[in-house]
């Protein structure tokens, strides 16, 4: 089997996606360990003020995730054309940018927490336990971003796990610290927030351990040449994308502030109850993302070697490994729900409550998996307008049935984004041609 035809089998595919699958899977963990820690104290006002507050964390790193999503993107073309010196230089421009970023974050502290509190309303006590977790965990913003770029660099030369080696470390002792502060030295909302700042900046530390004694598997020679770095049109582009990406974030957060603003208008239980669906929901995107993130390091690869053919292949296999995973994944989530339940809260009204609602949550991957791989498609060839105007689109038609479906409750929040997952994958889909089209050679373009 000749090499370019051993990086799109199946099996290649597999032992991309595996590591990124299991890291991923311990993401959320973070995320679900606090809302347990929170979920088993006697007031259902700690999980909305946990949820409200990380909301707002994740619009502020999805913002960025230019910084994760297009330093892949350049990366994995820059790896399949060969090109260490501009591998060299993507990462130094994203974590300039990284940097300068996280520093305006905290000055900005203030008017964020104050506008965080205005948009998503919510009862007094969730409220003043939003804004202290915010007011703590702020801090963490810096290496939480220097952490994006760094693994997106990392993914774009399939540096799989390596990535996965800094995922597990990170998420494992920010869950580990949580589950101590709250347990363990009796804190509240301010252990969870605690246990985020440590994390991070220990994974921006290990992340300097594996650039400095791995420079030769990582093309690190040296620093880039200025000319090569304030390349023009390099920054150009990158500040495209990061345009792009962060509408399209926007419209993604405009979803789920949606969803936990009307739920907390129904009451601090409908709001636990939502916020226990979403923290399902990123448990299963993570995982999905697993087959995605191969996907977008293989598709920059082959842009970068002008290989179409192959592009159609990887791209297809991909769909169907995807699709494959999601039906898994549903049949775990259906069977595993009193586990998974009694795990998340003591509660009885709040497991009542979502009980009521888990056949949506059974229904999110076989919803949700192409959304995911279609934007590891994209994003591997750089092409964030699509992204953002797709994502846009899928939002608005949500927001109508949401509108429209206010007397339902619940199932109206849900229905909307069931229906708004699967929009953004098929949407996608429909510019698939551009895309190959990106790894077309001009000369095969211009004899068409």
Not at 372 to 379: A, E, I, N, P, Q
Request: with cysteine.
């Amino acid at each position: 089997m000749q090499q370019a035809d051993r990086l799109i089998s199946y099996h290649h595919i597999w032992r991309l996606s595996w590591p990124i699958i299991l890291s991923n899977m311990t993401f959320p963990l973070v995320g679900a360990v606090g809302v347990a820690m929170m979920g088993h104290l006697p007031d259902p006002a700690y999980v909305g003020g946990v949820g409200l507050g990380t909301l707002v964390f994740n619009v502020i790193y999805l913002a960025f995730s230019f910084l994760r999503m297009g330093t892949t993107g350049f990366a994995s073309q820059a790896f399949g054309r060969k090109d260490t010196a501009e591998l060299g230089a993507i990462l130094l421009r994203s974590m300039m940018i990284a940097g300068l970023m996280g520093l305006v974050i905290i000055l900005l502290q203030y008017p964020l927490i104050a506008t965080a509190s205005h948009l998503l309303q919510a009862s007094a006590e969730t409220e003043m336990l939003m804004t202290r977790y915010m007011a703590i965990r702020i801090y963490d913003v810096p290496a939480s971003l220097l952490n994006l770029a760094i693994l997106g660099w990392l993914f774009g030369q399939q540096q799989m796990k390596l990535c996965m080696l800094h995922l597990v470390f990170v998420n494992l002792l920010n869950a580990s610290l949580a589950a101590f502060f709250v347990l363990g030295m009796n804190m509240t909302i301010e252990g969870v927030a605690l246990a985020s700042i440590v994390a991070q900046y220990s994974g921006l530390a290990l992340f300097g351990v594996i650039l400095t004694t791995r420079r030769a598997d990582l093309s690190l020679s040296g620093l880039p040449s200025k000319a090569r770095l304030t390349d023009t049109a390099k920054w150009r582009a990158l500040w495209q994308i990061a345009r792009d990406l962060s509408l399209r974030t926007l419209m993604i957060w405009a979803v789920e502030a949606l969803m936990l603003s009307k739920a907390a208008m129904m009451g601090d239980l409908s709001l636990a109850s939502i916020q226990i669906v979403l923290t399902m929901f990123a448990f299963i995107a993570f995982g999905l993302d697993g087959i995605a993130h191969a996907t977008e390091a293989l598709v920059g690869a082959f842009i970068g070697r002008q290989d179409p053919a192959r592009l159609k292949q990887l791209v297809w296999r991909s769909i169907v490994m995807s699709a494959l995973l999601s039906g898994i994944v549903s049949i775990v989530v259906l069977l595993a729900q009193p586990a998974i339940l009694s795990v998340m809260t003591s509660q009885p009204a709040l497991i009542e409550s979502v009980s009521a609602v888990w056949w949506w949550v059974v229904l999110i991957p076989p919803a949700s998996f192409l959304a995911f791989l279609m934007d590891g498609v994209f994003v591997g060839a750089s092409q964030g307008r699509k992204m953002r105007d797709t994502t846009i689109i899928s939002a608005m038609i949500c927001f109508v049935i949401i509108w429209f479906g206010a007397g339902w409750g619940l199932d109206a929040l849900l229905a909307g984004f069931i229906v708004y997952l699967i929009a953004r994958g098929v949407l996608l889909s429909l510019y698939m041609n551009s895309v190959i089209a990106t790894a077309t050679p001009q000369q095969q373009q211009a004899g068409r």
